[in-house]
């Protein structure tokens, strides 16, 4: 094979690699968006639910005289 030839098939190689690898990356990125998503609205649920309890808890203190 002469120098060339063997650039060029180097070359495709990284090329067939930087395409999988920019592939894989947006799947990733993706993913960590839904990620990002799902736990602010888990945590919005969370302190919502937090503060439930905190009124409930204010309510049993009141009862108990505490």
């Not at 999988?20 to 945590?43: F, I, P, Q, V, Y």
């Amino acid at each position: 094979m002469c120098l060339t030839s063997q650039r060029d098939s180097v070359q495709e190689l990284l090329d067939s690699q930087r395409k999988k690898l920019t592939e894989r990356n947006d799947a990733l990125e993706a993913m960590m968006l839904a990620l990002k998503e799902e736990t602010m609205a888990t945590t919005r649920a969370l302190s919502t639910k937090i503060e439930e309890l905190d009124g409930e808890l204010a309510l049993c203190r009141a009862t108990v005289g505490k």
